[in-house]
């Protein structure tokens, strides 16, 4: 008699447990958080009559008397070290003499490189542009009103209700910043597409002066961008061909050396320019540091972790000079290092313990297309792409680094066939690259 009634009791125990199983795994697939799918990207190739080859850069600013003899003879150096060759562009207002630095000539080419890329991605996938949910641009110095955002929604006649963010001041990361944001943003928008436009503007930030180290902005920074079109909806996996893995982002402000290592300021006579610091390779070196070691633990396998806590370890009693520096390799099979310059790509492999083979898609990019800004990240992942080099289950490490300072990172794993013949901005050159065997290799490969 008292089993049975036990047993009675017992069944609405069992209804309740079950039922918060029931709950708990329809909370878990419901709110577990989205995989972010990177369908598709697009950079701009600007037309071969915008290519600035060396020689013409340097006549030209001969030519435009805006300079004094130790500016020029300071920018030409500059530019025979900076391993950029003679197919980076720049814009057309910035080819006429004087160069044409107003907001009208900033906003025309805005429209050319966003307004182009756009296009190329949206009719390359039939995208109706309505059905983008969030959209993102990062253009450091270039900060218009109506905002950059602004402009897209009015040439695409996006929907009244989209979300969209308009980041300046962010710097060459931006690109990856840009990223994280619309992950965030996903976490609450489910099924969601979104737009990521990275870029920076070149005709309004020629600087004009005498000051050594913002005259190097001159001679590094080139035309450029990207549309990346990213989405959490699960049905577009099958089309997507990248799958975001990690995302870290590290802020090193706090840090005086650090904050003003790439800042935007005014001469001695009151000319606007940005400063580039001596110090911001060893910057970089810092904040990339931070970033690995958050990173580390979540992509290296555990024998490569093992050794670095060992070798931290004995250091710490005294019996190493150095930590010992993970094998990455191990964990990626592809890095992309924002081309900021030679010294940024060099630092980064030194950093690492990288091969020069290893970061090829980011000195390729750096000779081709020159500093692009927070886009250069995405050239380089379309000239691995275009070199057949990308397989599905690759996993790709971007390296962005940015003003403020800021090392950011971001590791994909490719989920589809890349089909190498697809068009880019590479494909009318790809067999030209890498450069080997002149005078300009040397500059590249040294």
């Not at 044409?100 to 182009?116: K, P, V, W």
């Not at 403020?404 to 590791?411: D, M, P």
Request: hydrophobic letters at 40%; proline letters at 3%.
């Amino acid at each position: 008699m008292e089993s049975s009634f036990s047993n009675f009791m017992s069944f609405p125990h069992f209804l309740a447990a079950s039922a918060c199983v029931l709950i708990a795994f329809f909370g878990y697939y419901f709110f577990k958080p989205r995989c972010i799918y990177l369908i598709d990207f697009s950079c701009y190739q600007a037309p071969d009559f915008l290519r600035a080859p060396v020689s013409n850069f340097i006549e030209h600013l001969t030519i435009s008397e805006v300079f004094d003899q130790e500016s020029l003879d300071l920018q030409h150096k500059i530019l025979e070290r900076s391993g950029i060759g003679d197919d980076a562009s720049v814009p057309v207002t910035v080819h006429e003499i004087p160069p044409n630095s107003s907001l009208l000539a900033a906003r025309e080419e805005t429209h050319d490189i966003l307004f182009t890329i756009v296009e190329d991605l949206f009719s390359k996938h039939k995208i109706d542009p309505k059905s983008i949910d969030i959209l993102v641009s990062n253009c450091s110095l270039y900060c218009p009103s109506p905002s950059i955002t602004s402009m897209i929604i009015n040439r695409f006649g996006m929907r009244s209700n989209i979300k969209s963010f308009s980041l300046s001041g962010m710097g060459c990361s931006a690109g990856l910043l840009s990223i994280n944001l619309v992950k965030d943003l996903m976490k609450i928008h489910g099924d969601s597409v979104a737009l990521v436009l990275s870029f920076e503007a070149v005709s309004p930030n020629g600087y004009k002066g005498k000051c050594k180290s913002m005259l190097i902005a001159n001679t590094i920074f080139r035309m450029g961008g990207a549309a990346i079109l990213l989405s959490n909806k699960k049905q577009d996996k099958r089309k997507a061909k990248y799958k975001l893995q990690h995302l870290i982002r590290t802020h090193v402000g706090s840090d005086n050396e650090s904050y003003e290592s790439v800042m935007q300021q005014i001469d001695e006579e009151g000319l606007v320019g940005v400063a580039l610091s001596k110090q911001l390779v060893k910057v970089a070196s810092k904040a990339l540091k931070i970033n690995v070691v958050q990173l580390g633990p979540r992509v290296l396998p555990y024998s490569e972790q093992l050794k670095y806590v060992i070798s931290f370890i004995k250091r710490k009693w005294g019996k190493h000079k150095e930590v010992y520096t993970p094998n990455f390799k191990k964990a990626f099979e592809h890095f992309c290092i924002h081309a900021g310059g030679r010294a940024i790509i060099e630092g980064v492999e030194k950093h690492l313990k990288l091969d020069q083979e290893d970061a090829e898609a980011s000195r390729t990019t750096l000779y081709r297309y020159g500093n692009t800004s927070s886009s250069s990240l995405w050239y380089e992942l379309q000239y691995l792409e275009a070199k057949a080099k990308m397989k599905r289950g690759d996993r790709v490490w971007q390296i962005g680094f940015g003003s403020g300072f800021k090392a950011n990172s971001a590791v994909w794993k490719c989920i589809s066939e890349i089909d190498s013949k697809e068009r880019n901005a590479w494909s009318d050159r790809i067999h030209l690259y890498p450069v080997c065997g002149d005078a300009s290799s040397a500059m590249l490969l040294s």
